[in-house]
């Protein structure tokens, strides 16, 4: 049972470039969100998904679009990356009868230069 | 990451001393809080929980008091152990007009030997 895993764990990107971060769990779990941490700044919500095929928007969207094609695996996506996107992103999952007990992976650095 | 949390709130115990680490909300509406612990490099890991209507939840080592009228949550933990040490996120989940998670800035906490 591996639970939230996060691939890549580590990527540096240029302006403008793009990229995809994938989520993948084992855990059956209905919910799942992506987000981002930046220093002092504690964890902000960028997306997520109340089940498989649907999406919907967190308190910091911009920028990033996600898909939610299997139940286990929700994808994050930045088109033209820009500088304000450094930071660790972190995926997480839930049962969406107990929203409150999120279970984190690993997360990933993302530096854009 | 290394680099989230340089500018913290630290708090420092001596081993086998308790901590009461604090966080004050600003949203009446939420449904529950929550708090993380999060060790270095990885994501942050469910602690308890406490429903909104609740003033105190206790959890083995753990208690988290809930003040709705000052808006203030503490989370207590006796005993403290060397491996206690990292840092301490508050979250409220809001589950009306769209589900949110909003994180507090967290807290260092740093227990000496």
Known sequence: NAGVTQTPKFRVLKTGQSMTLLCAQDMNHEYMYWYRQDPGMGLRLIHYSVGEGTTAKGEVPDGYNVSRLKKQNFLLGLESAAPS???????????????NIQYFGAGTRLSVL | GESVGLHLPTLSVQEGDNSIINCAYSNSASDYFIWYKQESGKGP??????????????????????????????????????????????????????????FGAGTRLFVKA
């Open chain 1, 85 to 99: 996107q450094t930071s660790v992103y972190f995926c997480a999952s839930s049962l969406g009868s107990a929203k």
């Open chain 2, 45 to 102: 890991q469910f602690i308890i929980d406490i429903r909104s209507n609740m003033d105190k939840r206790q959890g083995q080592r753990v208690t988290v008091l809930l003040n709705k009228t000052v808006k203030h949550l503490s989370l207590q933990i006796a005993a403290t152990q060397p491996g206690d040490s990292a840092v301490y996120f508050c979250a409220e989940n809001i589950d009306t007009g769209g589900f949110k998670t909003i």
